[in-house]
């Protein structure tokens, strides 16, 4: 069994961290893999490189000016990248269920967008309660709150999550509570 390059093995019942690549639909160890002593040199080159040297290292590798990464994190990509050139990056039906989830929180997101003027109504306790988006916030009872969160904590006395509150995601259950 194979998972993020942990393998185990039941019969011996020791866990060892191995390096997997796959060449030609094969799937082989890094340490059996033709390529390897090239691979660990471009590695050990990259941990030696200058911040000025990784950026120049980003636009060879992947043809693109350098994001303003820290130099620690620009590593760790630059490493990750070679090897994803070296032995193959995500496997094409990965990397189509990375796309789709990248589209279901895109939309998920659109969704949850709060345009200036939406009125939030909840009754608690018996008390009516409404809130109006505004540009910078949300108004409740003449003052200004950066929250849903805030208010809901204002009008209940304890810490809720704004959204759940006012019914927006989760259980819209809570109408009818207390």
């Known amino acids: ?37 090239v691979v660990l040199r471009q590695l050990a080159a990259l941990q030696k490189m200058s911040p000025q040297e990784l950026r120049e290292k980003w636009k060879d590798l992947y043809g693109t ?25 995500l496997p094409e039906h990965a990397a189509q269920i990375v796309r789709a989830a990248k589209k279901e929180g ?16 909840r009754v608690w306790n018996g008390v009516r309660y409404e809130v109006i988006a505004r540009q910078k916030g949300f108004e409740y009872g003449g003052r200004m709150f950066r929250s849903l969160s805030a208010i809901a904590t204002e009008i209940t006395g304890v810490r809720w999550n704004g959204p759940l509150f006012f019914g927006l995601r989760g259980n819209n259950d809570n109408e009818e509570e207390n």
């Open 106 to 121: 895109a939309k998920e997101k659109e969704v949850q967008k709060i345009l200036p003027g939406t009125r939030f109504v």
């Open 1 to 37: 069994m194979w998972r993020s390059g942990v393998t185990t093995r039941p019969e011996t019942r020791k866990k060892r961290t191995v390096a997997l690549a796959r060449v030609k639909g094969k799937v082989t160890t890094m340490k059996e893999h033709k390529n390897r002593p």
């Open 65 to 89: 000016e350098p994001p303003g990464y820290s130099p620690q994190f620009m590593l760790k990509r630059l490493i990750f990248r070679v090897q994803e050139l070296f032995f193959g990056g």
